[in-house]
């Protein structure tokens, strides 16, 4: 790549008088706003042209006049009383070398709602009461129908459930919020990663201890058995949705999963499905054994799940603009 091609482009006034006017494309405006982020020169270029409309200039002015004095007077406040040279010590050590990192002022409480908040979609609607009704339509067929088939149906779910969450926690589809988000300093993947958290949070310890609670099946892997295998495919996921979008990447991973547990068993049944109203538990759990049990198994899921982990990191910047 030539030196020309590395430049770094700037705003010229042409364009900064159209952004103001409102005549540039959405794409244009958004590229715009993005770049004068990181570049002064070019912010100075968009404000001049700004306040230079009417009457919005007029209004951004008394704005920004309004702001300063207030700047200005809490300043003045905080300042009333302190020696020069105190003042200078507490301007100067933010940046003096070897000074710690400053601790936090934010209360907790507050931090507590904006991590709330940060979860969003993902601790509420439609994917919560999904994996409410499912760990309790298990325990009531487990103990209330006596059905044997409760637990290995609870294990064969339990890892793309925290798939179906992520995708339905995150984009324009799940947040009314989304583009605010989306453009915020903590949106992007560092929110996209903040719901999956909370997806995995809420889902792995419920799913668990539901199915250690239920009726065991002979030969069934453990109930914590499913944990790497549900976190590997929730960074599959991840990695996916980065080439086809969330939905869509959760719709495959799902696909995937439940092809290679359910057709094998309904491959080996006898004349291709059973009888009617039977449920083959044997052999679903024997399914599930291979897929779960087993240290070979199991290291095999944690080598996906790092796998899915770099491919994340990797699709990091198309992750950003989902």
């Given at each position: 790549m030539s030196a020309s091609a590395r430049a770094p482009w700037?705003?010229?006034?042409?364009?900064?008088a159209r952004y103001a006017e409102g005549a540039l494309t959405e794409p244009e405006a958004w590229s715009l706003e993005k770049h004068v982020e990181g570049c002064s020169r070019c912010a100075a270029t968009v404000s001049a042209a700004v306040r230079a409309t009417v009457p919005a200039g007029a209004v951004l002015e008394s704005v920004r006049g309004a702001v300063l004095e207030k700047v200005r007077g809490a300043v003045l406040d905080a300042?009333?009383?302190?020696?020069?040279?105190?003042?200078?010590g507490a301007l100067l050590s933010g940046g003096a070398e070897g000074a710690g990192p400053?601790?936090?002022t934010t209360p907790l409480p507050q931090r507590l709602v904006r991590t709330l908040w940060s979860a969003g979609p993902a601790l509420r609607g439609s994917w919560l009461i999904a994996l409410l009704v499912v760990c309790a339509g298990a325990a009531v067929l487990g103990y209330g129908a006596g059905f044997a088939g409760a637990r290995p149906l609870l294990l064969a779910l339990a890892p793309v459930l925290p798939v179906a969450g992520?995708?339905?926690?995150?984009?324009?589809?799940?947040?009314?919020?989304y583009e605010i988000g989306a453009a915020s300093p903590s949106g992007g993947l560092r929110l996209l990663l903040t719901r999956s958290a909370a997806v995995l949070g809420v889902s792995l310890p419920l799913l668990t201890a539901v199915s250690?609670?239920?009726p065991g099946t002979p030969g069934l892997p453990a109930a914590p058995a499913?944990?790497?295998?549900?976190?590997a495919l929730t960074l599959g996921a991840l990695a996916l949705g980065s080439y086809v979008g969330c939905r869509t990447a959760a719709g495959v991973v799902a696909a995937g999963w439940a092809s290679a547990v359910l057709l094998p068993v309904i491959a080996t049944r006898?004349?291709?499905?059973?009888?009617?109203?039977?449920?083959?538990?044997?052999?679903?759990?024997?399914?599930?054994?291979?897929?779960?049990?087993?240290?070979?198994?199991?290291?095999?899921w944690a080598a996906a799940a790092v796998l899915g982990a770099g491919l994340v990191l990797?699709?990091?910047?198309?992750?950003?603009?989902l």
């Open positions: 700037h705003v010229d006034v042409a364009v900064a300042v009333r009383g302190t020696s020069l040279d105190e003042a200078r400053r601790p936090s992520v995708a339905f926690s995150y984009g324009p589809h799940a947040d009314p919020m250690a609670l239920l499913w944990l790497l295998p549900g976190l006898p004349g291709g499905g059973g009888g009617v109203g039977t449920f083959p538990v044997t052999e679903l759990a024997e399914q599930l054994a291979r897929y779960l049990s087993g240290g070979v198994a199991q290291s095999a990797v699709r990091r910047d198309r992750l950003e603009k």
